[in-house]
């Protein structure tokens, strides 16, 4: 393991009773590469088959099989190593790392161990207190294990071979992380980057990127503790809770005078705790060597700087245009650029707008929206057009911002050109003065003892200037009844 | 290097091979003879030799990302001891 090298921030230490403790963090995510087939056959790898439907006689490690190896998912792996800004490797090896268990036929997983196709790279972090810099250590190439089910039967155990040999990226992350929020901002960030890049759908739920998570904590200053390691979270919330429970957990096992055993836990959600596997003697012994099935994988220099030309913007390269391009603040471009479905709707509205207004209307009111029906934007009944012409028609002061969550919420759910739907519903904003006038006129004769009060408290002005609005049905121009107002109750 | 009947009993309990007393003694001597020719070859300097990874210059195989064999789990199943629903049945196995 590498020597931590950041300096202990303050705020992230956890107090124990004897004295703040730092706890220090690594990753290693396995994430489904996203392919047509498998990494070292031609059976399907697409996720929901019945059972040993997705599986060619190389998957279930019939005599005399051998691999042979995908190129795209071979693509896929330099991309995301592009995307992590990591070295690709020319020259990598695969190995057989060997166990035994019923879900791997072969008796050995297909892995890359000390030469993976992918070496150092980086994650940077968008933290409250600035942008946090993660290490990356390296991304080897794997065959996934079948999966076995344990509840058919009382005494046998049911194995289907389908996701056998189906291709994983296991990306290992230098022990950087230092607390339960940057383990969610880093699995959120390598999700919103494998996302962008195709090579991952990210999606946890279906176990598409699983995540491993080696905790120790120490005195701010002293040699790394005894890690443990949680394996197979597969939810970003239980990641930062396993983090937490696993750190104070380690910190009352030493102010009480034990030590930790280094050892492989699991998180169980429903209690909220680690609890420790049941160690197998000799479990860790998996006699790497290399697969006499595989030549090395050497790549050509033309074809990494190909794939490299087609890589497409990522997030961090977006959100960096979206705030010199459109004025943007960065936090809104960070939340804008998460999906690059949403950073695309930005696009196509903002192009020849008020990128400002534009931002303020989408996080708002859309993403708002679309929360509140747990909608993705794919999703979303409002176009870009449409949203467009809403931000439109309150840039050219034909509706107020008020009218214009009331017409968004109608194309919202009834669809429409939101140019006609103002006509239509008769939403324009009154800026005929005359009319605004008689409303003013009307709400100070009806309130005599008010008026009176105004003129020593200018404040209440404002109580005028909400009935005026009540009165024309919010129609009217709010800076126009302000200015009204004021004018007749004679304060400026 | 050489091993003793301790390693010799650790690698076979490794790779699920039953070795009775007898035949961890004859393989100990067996193994101890097979390091020791291998010990012989390490004797050759290979400072600076890349290792041969195959007896004629070629490059890996590589196959087109599409989707040409599967969807068949009757075959995948048929040699199975126990098999349901082209599930295979193991002993139960429970971590």
């Known amino acids: ?492 | 290097m050489s091993v003793d009947t301790a390693t010799v009993r650790r690698v076979a309990r490794l790779a699920r091979i039953k070795v009775t007393d007898d035949e961890a003694a004859r393989m100990t001597n067996e193994l101890n003879s097979i390091l020791g020719f291998v010990e012989q070859l390490n004797e050759v300097d290979v400072a600076g030799v890349e290792p041969m990874t195959s007896v004629v210059s070629v490059k890996m195989r590589r196959r087109q990302d599409v989707v040409t064999d599967g969807e068949n789990a009757e075959a995948v199943t048929v040699n199975a001891p126990v098999s349901e629903d082209h599930f295979f049945l193991v002993p139960k196995v429970v971590e």
């Open chain 1, 1 to 492: 393991m590498n020597m931590a090298v950041r300096t202990p921030d303050p705020k992230k230490l956890i107090k124990g009773a004897t004295g703040d403790w730092e706890v220090i963090i690594g990753l290693e995510v396995h994430a489904q590469v996203t392919s047509n087939a498998k990494l070292f056959s031609g059976a399907s790898a697409v996720f929901g088959a019945e059972p040993n439907m997705h599986v060619s006689l190389v998957d279930a490690a019939m005599p005399g099989m051998l691999p042979v190896i995908n190129e795209e998912c071979v693509a896929q792996a330099i991309r995301t190593g592009l995307g992590l800004k990591a070295a690709i490797n020319l020259y990598s090896v695969f190995d057989r790392k060997n166990y035994f268990y019923p879900d791997l036929p072969q008796g050995y997983q297909i892995s890359q161990y000390k030469q993976p196709i992918v070496g150092e790279g980086k994650v940077l972090l968008d933290m409250p207190e600035g942008v946090v810099e993660i290490g990356i250590e390296r991304l080897h190439l794997e065959q996934d294990a079948g999966k076995s089910i344990h509840d058919q039967h009382p005494t046998m155990s049911f194995v289907d071979l389908n996701r056998s040999g189906v291709a994983l990226m296991e990306i290992v992350s230098k022990p950087d992380l230092r607390s339960s929020e940057e383990v969610k901002a880093y699995l959120a960030k390598l999700r919103t980057i494998l996302r962008y890049l195709g090579t991952c759908d990210g999606n946890m739920e279906e176990g598409s990127m699983r995540a491993d998570i080696n905790v120790s904590v120490r005195k701010p200053g002293e040699p790394l503790g005894t890690r443990c390691e949680i394996k197979n979270v597969n939810s970003m919330r239980f990641a930062a809770q396993a983090v937490e429970f696993e750190a104070r957990r380690q910190i009352g096992i030493l102010e009480d005078g034990g030590k930790i055993d280094q050892e492989t836990r699991l998180y169980d959600p429903g209690k909220g705790e680690t609890r420790s596997m049941r160690s197998k003697e000799e479990a860790h012994d998996y006699r790497y060597f290399p697969d006499p099935d595989l030549l090395p994988l050497e790549l050509d220099p033309a074809w990494v700087e190909s794939l490299k030309a087609h890589l497409p913007e990522l997030p961090d390269e977006k959100k960096a245009r979206f705030v010199a391009d459109y004025g943007i603040t960065p936090y809104d471009a960070m939340v804008l650029t998460l999906e690059r479905a949403s950073a695309d709707y930005y696009e196509q509205v903002a192009k020849n707008r008020d990128g400002k207004a534009v931002a303020n209307f989408m996080l708002n009111e859309l993403f708002g929206r679309l929360n509140k029906d747990g909608k993705g934007i794919e999703a979303s009944p409002v176009s870009p057009d449409q949203l467009g012409a809403i931000v439109d028609l309150i840039g050219d002061g034909t509706i107020s911002g008020k009218i214009a969550k009331d017409l968004f919420e109608i194309v919202y759910t009834e669809g429409g050109d939101p140019k006609n739907l103002v006509e239509e519903r008769g939403l324009k904003q009154v800026t005929d003065t005359g009319a605004i006038e008689r409303a003013v006129d009307e709400v100070i004769a009806a309130n005599p003892d008010k008026a009176e009060q105004a003129k020593a408290k200018p404040t209440l002005s404002g109580w005028f200037v909400g009935q005026v609005m009540k009165a024309t049905g919010g129609k009217a121009n709010p800076q126009a009844v302000n200015d009204l107002v004021k004018r007749k109750l004679g304060i400026e």
